[in-house]
């Protein structure tokens, strides 16, 4: 089973729409992390946003803002009048400690990935 | 400036011609990491290392190689490249702490024909 579901694989919408992108995660932890980043198109991961497992708290950025919601294991992240600059591949991902023999691995999972494309 | 730097930024190479991709970082970072990237399949971990003398297995580490001799650099290493290891590579580090974000390279294309 995946631990990090993005569902949308691609979204396309006009330029000034809102648009918001769908992001659950598996963990059985009780501590625990959750990332988006964006790769535009030149391909290098920006970093967005950190969350953490005990700050529920939705959060505003300029145009984007993300609802994280541990009742239904979601981290999703909208983008207000969205431009063509928004145009990217966003990963939603899980940071969680996995114990293995030896030590613990800090581990982030990536989601597949959602292609957004913003039309003029 | 704080970076993780990535050599070459694209390579192209012929089944079975061994090959290294080198990492570095800036930081004093204890942690990095290798991942690859493929369409529709997001990023996967290759090989990851807690710090010097010190690496595992990520998700997909058959084929690839590591070494962590010093704290700064984290090479990968095919050995004997196959076709299916085209990807698009990246290597990253941070912190060595749950939670903290990846501080990525600019990524290798790597082409094996």
């Known amino acids: 089973a995946q631990k990090v579901t993005q569902a949308q694989t691609e979204i396309s919408v006009v330029e000034k729409e809102d648009v918001t992108l769908d992001c659950v995660y598996e963990?059985?932890?009780?501590?625990?992390?959750l990332f988006w980043y964006k790769q535009p198109p030149s391909g290098e991961l920006v970093f967005l946003i950190r969350r953490n497992s005990f700050d529920e708290q939705n959060e505003i950025s300029g145009r984007y803002s993300w609802n994280f919601q541990k009742s239904t294991s979601s981290f999703n992240f909208t983008i207000t009048a969205s431009q063509v600059v928004d145009s990217a591949v966003y990963f939603c991902?899980?940071?969680?400690?996995?114990?293995?023999?030896?030590?613990?691995?800090?581990?982030?999972?990536f989601g597949k990935g959602t292609l957004l494309t913003v039309n003029p | 400036e704080a970076q993780v730097t990535q050599n070459p930024r694209y390579l192209i190479t012929v089944t079975g011609k061994k090959l290294t991709v080198t990492c570095s970082q800036n930081?004093?970072?204890?942690?990095m990491s290798w991942y690859r990237q493929d369409p529709g399949l997001g990023l996967r971990q290759i090989y990851y290392s807690m710090n010097v003398e010190v690496t595992d297995k990520g998700d997909v580490p058959e084929g690839y190689k590591v070494s962590r001799k010093e704290k700064r650099n984290f090479p990968l290493i095919l050995e004997s490249p196959s076709p299916n290891q085209t990807s698009l590579y990246f290597c990253?580090?941070?912190?060595?702490?749950?939670?903290?974000?990846?501080?990525f390279g600019s990524g290798t294309q790597l082409s094996v024909l």
């Open positions: 991902a899980l940071s969680e400690r996995v114990r293995r023999s030896g030590g613990s691995n800090y581990k982030l999972t």
């Open positions: 930081m004093n970072h204890e942690y």
């Open positions: 990253a580090s941070s912190i060595r702490r749950v939670g903290e974000k990846l501080f």
């Open positions: 963990t059985r932890d009780t501590t625990y992390y």
